[in-house]
């Protein structure tokens, strides 16, 4: 994807027999998702506009325009949706979009380089920042908390982090990393 695109939401599976996708909003309002008309997709040459959403549980469950049946909705799951950065409010001094922290360095309180930000995941719990480290460019998560990333210097390319004990020598670094289990 372009730069300027900001992530704003990925569909889900089809809802009902109607054609109504679910949607996972990661916009702070989930339902402001529905606001930013049309929706850039992760797909070449489709664009997305919400005719109408309603808020379940934790997703947005929305009626898309030209989608009328389940067929047509269920084609639609993991679809990405992105929305130009210069449509969307500049942060405020305190605030920053995700995509902000993508490339800046991570480093821990001694100035020491850990490694630099590639993503962020939610696999559900907590977001993580998935790190891809400088000495070995094997990627590991760390928790994006308060407590873990104190600081953000976002203007100047870093944020700080202060590691759970241990975790460094406990979280592998990779799958091949991991000791297979002898007892099975």
């Known amino acids: 994807m372009p730069e300027n695109l900001i992530l704003m939401g990925r569909i889900g ?3 009902g027999i109607k054609g109504e996708v679910r949607i996972t909003a990661f916009t702070e309002d ?3 998702i529905a606001d930013y008309d049309p929706l850039e ?7 997305i506009s919400i005719a109408k959403a309603r808020l379940a549980k934790n997703v947005v469950v929305a009626t898309l325009k030209d989608v009328t049946d389940r067929n047509d909705a269920e084609k639609l799951n993991g679809v990405s949706l992105y929305v130009s950065r210069d449509r969307l409010d500049e942060p ?7 995509a902000d922290l993508i490339g800046l360095e991570v480093r821990l309180v001694d100035g020491a380089v850990l490694g630099t930000v590639s993503a962020i995941e939610n696999f559900g719990s907590d977001d993580l920042l998935d790190i891809k480290l400088a000495e070995t460019r094997k990627s590991v ?4 908390t308060k407590t873990v ?27 091949e990393d991991v000791e297979p289990d002898e007892s099975r």
């Open 30 to 32: 989930p339902l402001a």
């Open 13 to 15: 599976a089809a809802h």
């Open 149 to 175: 990333v104190p600081e953000l210097h976002i203007a100047d390319g870093y944020v700080i982090a202060i590691p759970p004990e241990g975790w460094l020598e406990d979280t592998p670094r990779d799958p």
């Open 92 to 98: 405020d001094e305190d605030e920053f979009y995700y």
């Open 141 to 144: 998560y760390l928790p994006f």
């Open 41 to 47: 997709t992760d797909r070449p040459g489709l664009s």
